[in-house]
């Protein structure tokens, strides 16, 4: 008897446990060689008073198989739930979630009938880490963290991803005419990886523009790679004007473990009606088979799921008078598929997966490191400044609190107020306080950070709230913050 | 004699001159009641070694008059040179770019021929205000900082701009489920003033699903009000979708001065050559015409130029030979319009903005504040950890330094990786520690800064590179920061 892998299976909520149990029948009958465990989590878990939605019962489960199959969840609304797909992706380094779109017109309508590109999207970083504060009363603030690593991995992934499925091209896509440091890092390691990948094109495109073309001239585009925020964004995009949320799957990638779903939701308003279309699920669970190395089955599955489409049996979501030919139900829709199994696609390009070729990719972000000489050369104080002092004076007290630094430059919200200001009304009430070992960048030397503690405490004494701190450092000489507008 | 409005004109460089000309001989034919005063500002500035692109006497001229009609700008690479609209936003507090999005169905190819809305875009804080920081040899930081009154200024905006120009509905855009506290407070502040509103459908959609829907259903918007950089991305779709990118005009509105011109750039590979079309910025001349209230001015205007498009007179980029009767250059095109004046349009609906009704929109943001109890109950330390000491470690090692504050969690890009971390691989480079008053967020006592200061002292004792600080506080018992993922 051929072995089977182990994989976790979460059927999930709403219309989950159907399009599930549909999923399941055609693997089953594809001889998909699965030995699922199943695991409860989601809406249940956390009416039980589990934050999470998930028990250790169940991470035990993951964690041994290292792949999931996971059904749509309802997080609960208040309460403090969290969302499970966050955690998930957190707790496991799941770092690239990993989205294929694809028209297929005239059965779904779209104004594009030959998109044909892959999302892959950063996965822990960005604003999308969590990590925010109140400063003040009025002033409110979440890190984007972007570490090299981070951007290595995903990167990496976007190109052997490429390589491996025989894709020509990879775009980036990054807002570093903004974002010069951040963004700029995720651009200058795409430059310096693409460097790896001589046979594929690349492109960059600042995101904007970019997005602008995914909704305009999407079939354009072949493998996108970006960042988080602008990850989810595109993505969404993207299934829309294809008119593929119904019916797409995503994966969500880490070394050790990965993820398979649908991209859409829940649906309750529809659960257990036998309505829902399993589509989405199927294709998350195609990706699956590829990633365990069955890529027989899975060809052989999605080939008959784009007979089935082509066929004219379609569920509620998707059915038209003009393309239909007949209606079916959740369980209808599977056996149809189940029936067609073997079966080739005439009108859609069939699928091909070739044996052994696409595997786990496993991404490390393994460029050569060299340290670098850090070293310190000033801080960012931010001050709560409630009764509005205005910036002269407020210069003018903390002028000479900074020895052996100097202050030069206040600034609001990145803009100079202090010295020198053209600013008629600044707003006061957070202000960044910059105190540099030289006023000039190129004259730095390297203070300590008692130096700092020293600051901190004249402030103190001072009755001025400070509220944050940055330090300023230099990386080999070059300077590891931006300057002030204005400065 | 009429008293001419004094206005601030700057031709721009590449297309700039070319189609400022052809505006400014539009707005004169049309008897527009303005006194120009021409400045130099751009690229010729900065290459006499002005970074800033703008001297001092073309500031002299802006905040005398308040009022900028500006070509585009070419901004050269490298060097240094900063963007002259950012410059422009930051230093004169244009708080709100408001962009029109039309269709021009059929002369201007579409998907969707009845587009009709105005992206109300914020235009000081968020990721765009340039603060950036790299704390360690691979991580960089990117502050996002939202700000009660950017936020209360913005929205308000959005609906005074609604009532004043009779729209029906203003849709907020953010990313709250995720941002809590920053989106979370521009979504708070939409639903605050939306109450003083009660004529005005409201809506409010995750930037993702506003963004997928402005590229696939635009024609269902009205008003869009969002964050600086969702706005960014947006206002690029929406322009291409409707393939307005060449026709339409842009405003840069602040409390003292308001800033206008075309959405495109400057174009130099066509410069000089009597082709670029004058439409964008013609646009943005018009809504000018409108804020210094010389509405049946701006009405006619608009009106010549929608006849002029009607009747297929177009320049090269919108030519077709379907739709269009005759190709002209820049001059042509202006001539055509100046033509036409007094004229109506059959096909588009007619511009009629009423006597009176539109002049300047001022903000402030007012309303009532109430301040909030501070109390400092906590502090977020950063560190750099080259040498990847582990989690249990490194708390060992902190565990009791901060008294009379505990260490509570170690986290890294948000995610808890100490006490009780079930991850399997953490990133340790870049940690963040948090000591608070007491474990139990419900139970935080108040601190003083000069605790943080012994904290830090103690930080530097033990050779741990902190990077930055976040104090933790309280507002009106309130926690004003997020809980870690697991914490």
Redesign the interface.
Known sequence: MAFKTPITVAYGDGIGPEIMQATLNILEAANALIAPEIIEVGEKVYLQGNTTGIPDKA?ESI?RTKVLLKGPITTPQGGGY??LN??MR??L?LFANVRPCTSYAPYVPT?FPNIDLIIVREN??D????????????????????????CERIVQYAFEYARKFNRKKVTCLS?DN??????G?FHRVFNEIAKQYPEIQTEHLI???G??????NPERFDVIVTLN??G??I???D???AGSVGLAGSANIG??VAMFEAIHGSAPDIAGKNMANPSGLLNGAVQMLVHINQPETASLIENAWLKTIEDGIHTGDIYSSKHSKKKVGTQEFAAAVIERLGQQPTHFKAADYKPGAYAKIECYGDLPKT??K?ELVGV?VFI?N?LDIAADELAAKIANIGVPMELVVITS???KIWPDS????P?L??C?CRFQSSKDVKQLKPI???D??HL??Q??ELGI?????????T?DGEL???L???Q
Not at 137 to 146: A, H, R, S, T
Not at 422 to 425: D, K, N, V, Y
Request: charged residues 25%; glycine residues 6%.
């Open positions: 991470w964690k969290k969302s966050v955690t957190k707790t380094g104004n822990e970083e604003t999308y880490s969590g990590i925010e504060h109140r400063g003040t009363d009025e002033v409110y603030q979440c890190l984007k963290l972007i570490t090299r690593p981070g807002k903004i974002m010069k440091m951040t963004d890092l995101v904007d523009i997005t602008a073309l995914i909704a305009s925020l602008y989810d964004i993505s969404d995009v299934a829309q004007v070394n050790q340290k670098s850090k960012d709560d409630p919200r990145g803009l053209s600013i008629e009304a707003y009430r957070h960044c300590n950070h008692a700092i503690v901190l405490t402030f103190n709230d400070t509220i944050k701190t940055e330090n300023l450092y990386f590891g913050f931006t002030a507008q204005g």
